[in-house]
């Protein structure tokens, strides 16, 4: 039976999620995929030049497995910079202390979350039309229209 992973804490997204090295054709450019846990553990130890201590303590992880984090995210991007490989940064098991937006799958509305004390989202109605709005998963922000009230699925079925 798998473990169930357990969530890190991010800050927040990188204000670009991809880079792409000049000059290599398309058809060939392969991607190096860094997580957004992985990316935060780079900017922690790296960036920051946090000792691993602190660093695991501020996403909530142990020393061992930031550890484990920081390698995996310096192998893909040694490996993108040798072989001229594109970053893109995404995914992985993580929430971030500053929930970005809560969204109203009512009036589409969007608007600033307010963080509980774990660093989730606190449920809340909709300012502009009062529906209830559960708090959203953590997922990859995505500019527009969410998956949304599916339309007419399984409606007509067989
Ligand atoms: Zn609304």
Redesign the pocket.
Known sequence: MPRPLKYRFVEGHPPSDYFKPRGVPLASLEVAVLTLDEFEALRLADYEGLYQEPAAEKMKVSRQTFGKIVEAARKKVADALVNSKAIRIEGGVYRTSRWERLF?P??D?QWPAAPDSTGGARPEN?P????D?PPRDPAPRRPGRQRGRGRGAGAGRG
């Open positions: 109203c009512a009036c509305h909709c502009r039309c009062g529906a709005v």
